[in-house]
């Protein structure tokens, strides 16, 4: 039953249909409204991991898997010279037609079996184990994937393992229940450096140390083209940028709030203090914070019980029973991680179904000469191009008085 | 010069393609021949256009509207001549394709002022492959329903056209071009899903571009499987080479322009 080549079409047409209508649906794409209910509903807000397509890719795996099994001792019998039923035969020529007209359609080889371009006979094999490879690999990859988003300020030092620092962590059913236990400092941070023949960009130069093994420290400067590998984690440079203040209270030490922009020109970050009383950090730039040529001066405030207020540079403010101070002013970066264990499977399983994909481009074929009563009767083979063959054959000047009777079940490819 | 060697192209490729229309009207092989030499002439003014703006703007055509659409027309006529040197039946293709090639080169120019800085993330190795091999993807898949267009003509009646070759070989031609344009948009996959693990650490993420991209690979897929396990040819084939060509042409340059996507400044290009 799963070698059926109609649940083949079945199941991929299947599957094209579902891909080729979602990736219209206007709600993946970021920035974009949320989906509606009935969506929601149908499981159309993440269709590919919906289980209507999760059923679909199973059902083809399981096809190709049995089509595979059938396609390799097909295959063999092909490379052994062992020609299928149906291969065409071309009978009552001599020998010198069968063998000029074999030889120009580039069959090669000594007695009576013929082969063109025999290794290519292998494409669709290699082409399917390929996509064979790319289904489970994809699957394995997904299980233990694991990645997030974080935020640094320039001199901030977070350790990735640490509850409340990643966000929107995505991590596979069988992937590890913590974030990797990595320290990540942020030593420079450019939000908007122009690197010759880009755009203005991000780049960000990078301590990164294992807290277990001291000798495990890397530095390395990044942007979005490249990230840096520390273990099995490798950190990538994000888009979100923002200001963040240094913030020096007795009760929490020292610590960094990332603000976030409201307006062009004002960043904010609503805190709770230690006394459970909510306070509100903004920072006012004379020009757009976002302005590549500086943010001119800058003032921070802060607010409680709607009453705002200024804050000189070192200047005390009442944070719950204590008193705290902004020491600095810095810029915050984003950045995500990602362990992708079996990535390299996925790999060879593309590299396959390309090998496959090129090998299936040289036309192949088979051919057996038989000698019959002086004329050569001769059976072949082809993956494409069998009618043309035929066609030719039968216009050849050397036809003699008996032309050839082409065998009615003649096919093109098996 | 940049506009001066555009716009040689240009008439260059309007002149190919008229030739190749009055070589067919009138069977006379030799004109369709000038169109072949016309659409030759017209590479050379079209290499020059594409390496000044290379020069100017510092990176490769992959940015601007101007810039992919008039580098996808010149992939498209440089693969049309390496196809036909090869396969010389196919030169007749030239009246499917040129005209093809001259209505590129107009979208083209609607966008000739845009120049564009490209964003970092354009700093990859992989990211010449990806843009590379769509280009070519989308070139050859043309060939494929241009000699596609053809068999159904020939086969109607064989009489008609002489300078297109036998049906059945067209035929043949169409499948073999379908083949080249299924690696190429393999190649075209594999090669920004490379790119997009350099930079973000993820190989797929069912942005609609790549999702459509994998549609196409698998109706691509289908058509062949009708071919091998059907034993489809012919009319039914041709046919079903159109389905693929319309699955590629969105991929390349509907849904950009239609759904957000991270690909939208290669079309959108502002």
Same mark, same amino acid.
């Given at each position: 039953? $799963?070698r059926?080549?109609?649940?083949?079409?079945?199941?991929? &047409?299947?599957?094209m249909l579902?891909t080729?209508?979602?990736?219209w649906?206007?709600?993946l794409?970021?920035?974009?409204?949320?989906?509606?209910?009935?969506? #929601?509903?149908?499981g159309? *807000?993440?269709?590919?991991r919906?289980l209507?397509?999760l059923?679909? &890719?199973?059902?083809?795996?399981?096809?190709?898997?049995? &089509?595979?099994?059938?396609? $390799?001792?097909?295959?063999?019998?092909?490379?052994?010279? @062992?020609?299928?039923?149906f291969?065409?035969?071309?009978?009552g020529a001599?020998?010198?037609?069968?063998?000029?007209?074999?030889?120009?359609?580039?069959f090669?080889g000594?007695g009576?079996l013929?082969f063109?371009?025999?290794?290519?006979?292998?494409?669709? $094999?290699?082409?399917?184990?390929?996509?064979?490879?790319?289904?489970?690999?994809?699957?394995?990859?997904?299980? $233990?994937?694991?990645?997030?988003?974080?935020?640094?300020?320039?001199r901030?030092?977070?350790?990735?393992?640490?509850?409340?620092?990643?966000?929107?962590r995505?991590?596979?059913?069988?992937a590890?229940?913590?974030?990797?236990?990595? @320290?990540?400092?942020?030593d420079?941070?450019?939000?908007n450096?122009?690197?010759?023949?880009?755009?203005?960009?991000?780049?960000?130069?990078?301590?990164?140390a294992?807290?277990?093994?001291?000798?495990?420290?890397?530095?390395?400067?990044?942007?979005?083209?490249r990230?840096?590998?520390?273990?099995?984690?490798?950190?990538?440079q994000?888009?979100?940028?923002?200001?963040?203040?240094?913030l020096?209270?007795?009760?929490?030490?020292?610590r960094s709030?990332?603000l976030?922009?409201?307006? *062009?020109r004002?960043?904010f970050?609503d805190?709770?203090?230690?006394?459970?009383?909510?306070?509100?950090?903004?920072?006012?730039?004379?020009?757009?914070?976002?302005?590549?040529?500086g943010?001119?001066?800058?003032?921070?405030?802060?607010?409680r019980?709607?009453?705002?207020?200024?804050?000189?540079?070192?200047?005390?403010?009442?944070?719950?029973?204590?008193?705290?101070?902004?020491?600095?002013?810095?810029r915050?970066?984003?950045?995500?991680?990602?362990?992708?264990?079996?990535?390299?499977? #996925?790999f060879a399983?593309?590299?396959?179904a390309?090998?496959? &994909?090129?090998?299936?481009?040289?036309?192949?074929?088979?051919?057996?000469?038989?000698?019959?009563?002086?004329?050569?009767?001769?059976?072949?083979?082809l993956?494409r191009?069998a009618?043309?063959?035929r066609?030719?054959?039968? *216009?050849?000047p050397e036809?003699?008085?008996?032309?050839?009777?082409?065998?009615? *079940?003649?096919?093109e490819?098996? | 010069?940049?506009?001066?060697?555009?716009?040689?192209?240009?008439?260059?490729?309007?002149?190919?393609?008229?030739?190749?229309?009055?070589?067919?009207?009138?069977?006379?092989?030799?004109?369709?021949?000038?169109?072949?030499?016309?659409?030759?002439a017209?590479?050379?003014?079209?290499?020059?256009a594409?390496?000044?703006?290379?020069?100017?703007?510092?990176?490769g055509?992959?940015?601007?509207?101007?810039?992919v659409?008039?580098?996808?027309?010149?992939v498209?006529?440089?693969?049309?001549?390496?196809?036909?040197q090869?396969?010389?039946?196919l030169?007749?293709?030239?009246?499917?394709?040129?005209?093809?090639?001259?209505? !590129?080169?107009?979208w083209?120019?609607s966008?000739?002022?845009?120049?564009?800085e490209?964003p970092?993330?354009?700093?990859?190795?992989? /990211?010449?492959?990806?843009?590379?091999?769509?280009?070519?993807?989308?070139?050859?898949l043309?060939?494929?329903a241009?000699?596609?267009?053809?068999? /159904?003509?020939?086969r109607?009646?064989p009489?008609?056209?002489?300078s297109?070759?036998?049906a059945?070989? !067209?035929?043949?031609?169409?499948?073999?071009? !379908?083949?080249?344009?299924?690696?190429?948009?393999?190649?075209?996959?594999?090669a920004?899903?490379l790119?997009?693990?350099?930079?973000?650490?993820?190989?797929?993420g069912?942005?609609?571009?790549?999702?459509?991209?994998?549609?196409t690979?698998?109706?691509?897929?289908?058509?062949?499987?009708?071919?091998?396990?059907?034993?489809?040819?012919?009319?039914?084939?041709?046919?079903?080479?159109?389905v693929?060509f319309?699955?590629?042409?969105?991929?390349?340059?509907?849904v950009?322009l239609?759904?957000?996507?991270?690909?939208?400044s290669?079309?959108?290009g502002?």
């Amino acid at each position: 039953m $799963f070698r059926s080549p109609r649940l083949a079409l079945f199941t991929l &047409c299947l599957t094209m249909l579902y891909t080729a209508v979602v990736c219209w649906l206007p709600w993946l794409a970021s920035a974009t409204p949320a989906p509606p209910a009935w969506a #929601v509903r149908l499981g159309l *807000d993440h269709p590919f991991r919906s289980l209507p397509f999760l059923a679909a &890719c199973l059902l083809l795996f399981v096809n190709t898997l049995a &089509c595979t099994c059938d396609r $390799f001792s097909r295959t063999l019998r092909l490379w052994r010279g @062992e020609l299928p039923p149906f291969a065409m035969a071309l009978a009552g020529a001599g020998d010198r037609k069968t063998g000029s007209l074999l030889s120009a359609y580039g069959f090669r080889g000594h007695g009576a079996l013929l082969f063109k371009n025999r290794f290519a006979l292998w494409g669709g $094999f290699v082409l399917h184990v390929g996509i064979l490879a790319i289904i489970l690999s994809v699957a394995l990859q997904q299980a $233990f994937f694991d990645g997030g988003a974080f935020e640094i300020a320039e001199r901030e030092v977070v350790s990735l393992d640490r509850p409340g620092v990643v966000m929107g962590r995505d991590a596979g059913y069988f992937a590890r229940k913590t974030p990797p236990r990595i @320290e990540v400092a942020l030593d420079l941070f450019d939000a908007n450096l122009h690197q010759p023949g880009y755009a203005p960009d991000r780049r960000s130069r990078l301590v990164v140390a294992d807290p277990d093994h001291p000798e495990r420290r890397l530095t390395g400067t990044i942007d979005r083209a490249r990230g840096l590998a520390m273990g099995d984690a490798t950190i990538y440079q994000a888009i979100p940028s923002g200001f963040a203040l240094t913030l020096e209270a007795p009760q929490l030490g020292t610590r960094s709030i990332h603000l976030r922009g409201k307006g *062009d020109r004002t960043a904010f970050a609503d805190l709770t203090d230690p006394a459970g009383e909510p306070v509100r950090f903004l920072l006012d730039a004379e020009h757009s914070l976002s302005d590549p040529k500086g943010t001119g001066r800058l003032a921070v405030r802060v607010e409680r019980r709607g009453v705002s207020r200024t804050l000189l540079p070192g200047e005390s403010f009442q944070f719950g029973p204590g008193e705290a101070r902004i020491t600095g002013i810095a810029r915050w970066g984003g950045f995500t991680y990602a362990r992708t264990p079996g990535i390299g499977l #996925v790999f060879a399983g593309f590299a396959l179904a390309l090998a496959g &994909c090129f090998l299936m481009i040289f036309p192949a074929g088979v051919a057996r000469l038989a000698e019959n009563a002086g004329a050569t009767e001769t059976r072949i083979y082809l993956t494409r191009g069998a009618d043309l063959l035929r066609m030719e054959w039968n *216009d050849h000047p050397e036809q003699p008085e008996n032309p050839a009777q082409p065998d009615s *079940d003649s096919q093109e490819i098996a | 010069m940049q506009t001066v060697t555009f716009w040689g192209a240009t008439t260059l490729y309007a002149l190919a393609t008229a030739f190749f229309f009055v070589g067919m009207v009138f069977g006379k092989k030799r004109t369709s021949d000038w169109g072949r030499y016309a659409a030759f002439a017209g590479l050379f003014p079209h290499a020059v256009a594409i390496g000044l703006r290379w020069a100017e703007v510092g990176h490769g055509p992959y940015s601007s509207r101007y810039e992919v659409i008039s580098s996808n027309a010149f992939v498209l006529v440089a693969i049309y001549l390496i196809a036909t040197q090869a396969y010389r039946q196919l030169r007749a293709v030239g009246v499917f394709v040129m005209p093809v090639a001259f209505l !590129l080169m107009g979208w083209a120019v609607s966008a000739f002022g845009v120049k564009n800085e490209v964003p970092i993330i354009f700093k990859s190795y992989w /990211l010449f492959l990806h843009i590379g091999f769509a280009k070519a993807f989308g070139a050859s898949l043309i060939v494929a329903a241009g000699s596609a267009a053809a068999y /159904l003509i020939k086969r109607r009646d064989p009489e008609r056209l002489k300078s297109l070759p036998e049906a059945e070989r !067209l035929d043949l031609y169409t499948y073999q071009f !379908l083949l080249i344009s299924f690696l190429f948009l393999g190649v075209m996959i594999v090669a920004g899903s490379l790119w997009a693990h350099q930079s973000w650490g993820r190989y797929w993420g069912w942005d609609p571009i790549e999702t459509s991209a994998l549609a196409t690979w698998i109706a691509f897929g289908v058509v062949l499987h009708f071919r091998v396990l059907h034993r489809w040819s012919g009319k039914r084939m041709a046919w079903l080479t159109f389905v693929a060509f319309g699955f590629g042409m969105a991929t390349l340059y509907v849904v950009t322009l239609v759904v957000p996507t991270i690909h939208n400044s290669y079309l959108v290009g502002k």
